[in-house]
């Protein structure tokens, strides 16, 4: 819960599995989810390696009061976390892309299909993507580094995460309402055309 989330301080305890998937190197995933401390430790030694850094991350950040502005400018906003957060709170327009989930013993597990998603959803690169976590940090640097690799360049933070969007901008009915489609019988296209009904008894067409 985030309540929890809020309150548990870093522990040495807290270390990634190690895992092959696609979405990250082992090394990526350490840094992810490792102490703060031996975190800040590993990206010092590592501050010439021709990566993405922790820099590029810091700059694509959106504050919250320029958020609506951002997406007016054509930010979609995509929504990396666990799918029982967004049932504690999300917004329906948000796409729903999960990063990570935490399994039995509380180790964060990494989407295999993250970046495949990602592609999919945004086959252009240029395509204007401003991601949000819990709280803006970690999980959303994971993903605005591995994005980046693929060549998007217009990979964007929302700085606090969803729990200060929705500090700043609480959720209302109209954002959890999901609208959805039913059928209705209506007349096909063929009988308004040529004045015959083709259909099969039951059958609709729109």
Known sequence: PIAARRTAPHTPELYIRTMSFTLS????????FAPI?????????????PV???????????S?????DTIGRGFVVVDIRSPEEWQEGSKRTWKKICLAVMDEEGNPELNPYFLSEIKHEFPNTLSRILLVCDDGTMRSEVAF??????????VKIMQGGSEAYFEKFPLTDADKRVWKMEQQA?????????????????QKMY
């Open 37 to 49: 401390a031996a975190r800040r430790t590993a990206t010092h030694a590592r501050r010439t390696a």
């Open 145 to 154: 580094n591995n994005i980046s690799k693929l060549g998007y360049s217009q």
């Open 186 to 202: 209506g007349d096909d296209l063929s009988t308004l055309v040529s004045g015959v009904d083709i259909r099969q008894p039951g």
């Open 64 to 68: 919250i009061d320029d958020v609506k």
């Open 52 to 62: 993405v850094r922790a820099a590029d991350a810091a700059a694509a950040q959106v």
């Open 25 to 32: 190197s082992r090394a990526t995933c350490a840094r992810a």
